[in-house]
């Protein structure tokens, strides 16, 4: 069936350090949406991608939707410990169904 | 209502009972879905609800579980003879679109453990 494939699963950064999530689904996804999970909490939208090639900033998070709408990533610069969580890419399919990707845990070293 | 809320946020049930977790989604959104999120994965489909039609079921894993949604806003999600393997945090999430419209908002979940 249909994935999307989310990698990292973790990510340890130093605070202050980058942090970058990539998902990609093995065919065109029609929108991708991103959601950030707090530990111990639910998920929270994020943001939703719907153009080829889109490019869409949240303050420190940059977003991208691939030219060919299979992929996407999250980047977010100077992390900071209220970033820490798991990032979750959904992609929504030709039948609208949102195939959700595996999260990556971004973890802020002591 | 202001958020998606969910009853019981925690549940532990003995392996073989029966349990009932409840959604009330925010007023007026359409779409209702219910999700199963084992510890350190992503949420997994289960049932999707388009005012009181249960439009697909696919993801239910087994005949125990069963949802429903009479009157198009409050939904159950119940549970027969529990399994361990049904221990995990069932989310619910609500859209004011239909399926292929708009984005989710979760509620906070019932967490469910199963001994």
């Known amino acids: 069936g249909q994935q999307v494939m989310q990698i990292p699963q973790y990510q340890h950064v130093q605070e202050g350090e980058d942090f970058t999530t990539y998902c990609n689904s093995s065919t065109t996804l029609s929108n991708i949406q991103w959601y950030k999970q707090r530990p111990g909490g639910h998920p929270v939208f994020l943001i939703q991608?719907?153009?080829s090639g889109e490019v869409k900033k949240q303050k420190r998070l940059t977003f991208q939707f691939g030219e060919a709408k299979k992929n996407s990533s999250l980047h977010i610069t100077a992390t900071q410990t209220t970033d820490v969580g798991t990032y979750f890419c959904?992609?929504?399919?030709?039948?609208?169904?949102?195939?959700w990707g595996a999260g990556t845990k971004l973890i802020i070293k002591p | 209502g202001a958020g998606v809320s969910q009853s019981p946020r925690y549940k532990v049930a003995k392996r073989g009972q029966d349990v009932a977790l409840r959604c009330d989604p925010i007023s007026g959104h359409v779409s209702l879905f219910w999700y199963q999120q084992a510890l350190g994965q992503g949420p997994e489909f289960l049932t999707y609800?388009?005012?009181?039609?249960?439009?697909?079921k696919s993801g239910l894993p087994s005949d125990r579980f069963f949802a429903e949604r009479p009157e198009g806003s409050v939904s159950t999600l119940k549970i027969q003879r529990t399994q361990q393997e049904d221990s995990a945090v069932y989310l619910c999430?609500?859209?004011?679109?239909?399926?292929?419209?708009?984005?989710?908002?979760f509620g906070a979940g019932s967490r469910l453990t199963v001994l």
């Open positions: 991608l719907v153009k």
């Open positions: 959904a992609g929504r399919d030709s039948n609208y169904q949102l195939i």
């Open positions: 999430a609500s859209s004011f679109g239909f399926l292929g419209a708009n984005v989710l908002t």
């Open positions: 609800f388009q005012n009181e039609a249960q439009l697909d």
